[in-house]
């Protein structure tokens, strides 16, 4: 048992070259498209990781005991600057723990 497979062939060439030139201006467009908005792209990726990296930390301080004579609706913002800047403390940090040893 053989399978034959029947292959249609373009009726013309210029239906072919047309094709061609067709599928390469819709890959070069996808691939401009692609260039121009990988940007906003990766500035998305990085923010979503951003937030969930730090949304266990915020939950656990928006339920900690630091936080509890707050009003319950102003925790989670608290707790969320709180979260951030010790972050960015942080990283601070460390670019000074890496950098000046680079630069003596």
Request: glycine share 2%; no cysteine.
């Amino acid at each position: 048992m053989s399978i034959h497979v029947q292959r249609n062939r373009p009726e013309s060439w210029a239906g072919t070259w047309y094709t061609l030139i067709l599928r390469v201006l819709v890959l070069a467009a996808l691939a401009y498209v692609l260039y121009r908005v990988a940007p906003i792209i990766v500035m998305v990726l990085v923010s979503a990781m951003l937030a969930l990296t730090l949304a266990r930390p915020v939950d656990w301080l928006q339920e900690s005991r630091l936080l509890l004579p707050l009003p319950r609706h102003l925790r989670r913002g608290v707790a969320t600057t709180i979260v951030f800047v010790a972050a960015a403390i942080a990283l601070f940090g460390l670019i000074f723990i890496v950098v000046r040893p680079l630069a003596l």
